[in-house]
C-alpha cells in the first residue's frame, strides 16, 4: 500500500490517513488505489468496525491532484478508474466511516464527505468544491447526496456556485457532526469511532442501511457524474478555465 495512504488499525476502529502534507493532500491515481484497498479491506474484516478518514494538520484534501487533472483534458479517459473506484467503495462501504477534517476540504475533499456517518471538523476547516469555476461538474454522488444532505439552496450555492463554507457553515449546513479545536479533531473523531463500534453490530447495520438506503442509486449518479465529467474534460470551457488557473499559480 502506497506510503502515501497510512492505514492503522487499533482495535475494532481502522484509520486511513492521506499523507501528502506537502502537497496538502491532494490525491494521484496511486492514493485512490491504497485509499480503495483501505476501505474495502476494512469491509472484508470481521473485527473491524468502524473508518475513521484522516488527513494532515491544516489540510484534509485538497482535491485531485491538478498535473491528473492536465492529464485527463489531454486523453480520452476522463477520470481514471482507481478514482471511479474509491467513490464505488464509498458508496459501498459496509462499515461506518468517521472522518476527521482539519483545514482546506477542496472538490472531493468535500464531496467524500457526504458519504461519511460521522463528520468531525477543525474550527479553521475550509470547504469548497469550485467544479464549475473549472467548467466541470461535482462528482461522489455529490449532485445526489448534496441536495438531500443540505436542501437544494445550499447545495446550489455549494456545488455549483462554488460557495465555500467554513467549519461554522459546514455545521449549520448539516455537513459536519461537530466542531472542535484544531488540536482536538483526531481524538473527538476517535472517541465517535469507539462510540459507534460499541453498539450492537447487527443492529447498527441494519440502522445505516436504512438511514442510507440502497447503494445503487449513488453509484448510478457517480458513474452519471463520470460521464459528464469526462464531457467537460474535454470542453473548451474546461481548458480556458484550466490555463487560466495555471496563469494565476505562476
Do not use: W
Request: proline content about 6%; aromatic content about 4%.
Amino acid at each position: 500500500m502506497s506510503d502515501l495512504v497510512l492505514v492503522t488499525d487499533d482495535g475494532p476502529v481502522r484509520t486511513v490517513r492521506m499523507n501528502r502534507p506537502e502537497k496538502k493532500n491532494a490525491l494521484t491515481v496511486p492514493m485512490y488505489a491504497a485509499l480503495v484497498d483501505a476501505l474495502d479491506g476494512a469491509g472484508a474484516s470481521s473485527t473491524l468496525r468502524v473508518v475513521v478518514i484522516a488527513g494532515a494538520p491544516g489540510a484534509f484534501c485538497a482535491g485531485n491532484d491538478l498535473q491528473d487533472f492536465l492529464t485527463a483534458t489531454r486523453s480520452a479517459e476522463g477520470l481514471a478508474p482507481p478514482l471511479i473506484g474509491f467513490l464505488h467503495a464509498l458508496a459501498r462501504a459496509e462499515k461506518p466511516l468517521v472522518a476527521a477534517v482539519c483545514g482546506l476540504a477542496v472538490g472531493i475533499g468535500t464531496t467524500m464527505l457526504l458519504h461519511c456517518d460521522h463528520v468531525v471538523a477543525a474550527s479553521d476547516a475550509r470547504f469548497s468544491t469550485p467544479f464549475v469555476h473549472l467548467g466541470l461538474v461535482p462528482e461522489a454522488a455529490s449532485s445526489l447526496l448534496g441536495p438531500r444532505r443540505l436542501g437544494h439552496a445550499r447545495a446550489f450555492s455549494l456545488l455549483a456556485m462554488g460557495r465555500p463554507l467554513d467549519a461554522a457553515g459546514a455545521l449549520a449546513a448539516g455537513l459536519v457532526n461537530t466542531v472542535v479545536a484544531p488540536d482536538g479533531v483526531e481524538a473527538e473523531a476517535m472517541q465517535a469511532a469507539r462510540e459507534i463500534a460499541a453498539l450492537p453490530a447487527q443492529a447498527l447495520a441494519a440502522t445505516r442501511r436504512l438511514l442510507r438506503g440502497s447503494p445503487e442509486g449513488a453509484i448510478r449518479r457517480i458513474d452519471e457524474e463520470a460521464a459528464e465529467f469526462k464531457r467537460r474534460l474535454a470542453s473548451p470551457e474546461a481548458r480556458a478555465a484550466f490555463e487560466a488557473f495555471l496563469a494565476r499559480k505562476r
